[in-house]
């Protein structure tokens, strides 16, 4: 029983949030008289010299404490006889919500941060290539030429949506639980705002913020879920980039190379060079998919309030946020050491098919309905099919057979350059509209 209900070994990396929260509970103790000042000042000391082992390296834990908290409380209790007092009117479940809340604080800055380093190694590879065009994908077929850099750039929109949710979630957990106790609060004296304000549980103003129910304040996890989905998404994200680099290193594209650093070889072919980080990355979202999934089916036939079964809240939790951590920081190293290989790309998007759509446009300037031009262009790319040519190979005479508003001016449509430059407005792959895409990321993500 001992081994199957202990949490310590897990969370016990919510010490310096367990403490802090004690350190907030005492001083509010002390501040409405529960405690003498002096009793508060020995409980701070004691808490101190604990931190200071833990961090050390040198704090003896307890597996039959069970948790985190029963470890520090009697680790305090040992040094300090005052410390009897700490758990007035605090229970484990105010304790333990309070302390996720911290974490989850600070877990969704530091991920957030990470996610920017990745957003800066994507940023600084697609303004040193500004200059590489290549096709852009629709269901794996060569569509239109894009530049790559428009290609990358819609990886930063990606995770800026990520870097988003996560300060979404910070901002949720920005509640303090305290004074809940196990269910039903206390019916002792407490102020419930001055522990919030010292643990940072403020608005913009500085006002404290309190959960004001006692019972969903011990039975809630949703920030557990949020987090545990900002995770998942930024994963799938990760798995989408890693499948885009998996399939443009393969031979079939060659488009990029990756660094050493973040490849392997075969251990039996000796030519192999393999993109293991990315396929890692694409494995690990299926991890972070999973852990969501834990947190949604253990949480729904819960009855209120705290059940025992809300102590499997914390392993997916603290796996989806050091895997994502981890899985951000390699998609930055492989991102900042890979190179484009300028010449596949460009022979790549050299196909004048891949213009086809451009030159419906042109009909269409010529005051052609667009389904008729849609209609002529693919009469006009079948006819170079059978005749075993590119398009900007047919006759004129050709060409206006098909329709007779093609004219002369058809031709000038398959200048790939003209063509990307054309794609001007907002949010088009064109030279202009990347060079102004980038200016804005540089000056956002400093
Ligand atoms: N280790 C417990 C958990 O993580 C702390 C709360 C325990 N509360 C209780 N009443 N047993 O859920």
Known sequence: MLKFSESVSFDRRLAPFDIAGSKAHSAMLAHVGLITPGERNAIHA?????????????????????????????????????????????????????????????????????????????LGVADANRGVVMPGYTHLQRAQPVCASHHLLAWIEMLERDRTRLSEVAGKANVCPLGSGAIAGTTLPIDREFAARMLGFVDRRGRPRVT????????????????????????????????????????????????????????????????????????????????????????????????????????????????????????????????????????????????????????????????????????????????????????NAEVNRVHPRFGKGWASVFDLDRALSMRKGTGMPGPAQVARQLARWKKTLG
């Not at 305090?76 to 484990?92: D, E, F, G, I, Q």
């Open 46 to 122: 004691g808490l101190d010299a604990i931190l200071a082992q833990i961090k050390g390296g040198r704090f003896a834990w307890d597996e039959k404490l069970e948790d985190v908290h029963m470890n520090i409380e009697r680790a305090l209790t040992r040094r300090v006889p005052a410390a009897a007092k700490l758990p007035t009117a605090r229970s484990r479940n105010d304790q333990v919500a309070t302390d996720m809340r911290l974490f989850f604080k600070y877990a969704c800055a530091a991920l957030g941060v990470r996610v920017l380093g990745v957003q800066r190694a994507l």
């Open 212 to 395: 004001q129910n006692s019972m969903d304040a011990v039975a809630d996890r949703d920030l557990f879920i949020e987090f545990a989905l900002a995770c998942a998404l930024l994963g799938v994200h990760f798995s989408r980039i890693a499948e885009d680099l998996i399939l443009w290193t393969s031979s079939e594209f060659r488009f990029v190379s990756l660094p050493d650093a973040f490849s392997t070889g075969s251990s039996l072919m000796p030519q192999k060079k393999n993109p293991d980080a990315c396929e890692l990355l694409r494995g690990k979202s299926a991890r972070l998919q999973g852990n969501l999934h834990t947190l949604l089916t253990l949480v729904k036939g819960l009855p209120m309030t705290y059940n025992r079964d809300l102590q499997e809240d914390k392993p997916p939790v603290f796996d989806s946020f050091d895997q994502a951590s981890m899985c951000a920081d390699v998609l930055e190293g492989t991102v900042r050491g890979m190179s484009f290989n300028r010449g596949r790309c460009a022979d790549a998007a050299s196909d004048p098919a891949l213009l086809a759509t451009d030159l419906a446009d042109y009909l269409v300037s010529r005051g052609v309905p667009f389904r008729e031009a849609h209609h002529a262009v693919g009469a006009v790319v079948a006819l170079a099919e059978s005749r075993g040519c590119a398009i900007p190979d047919l006759t």
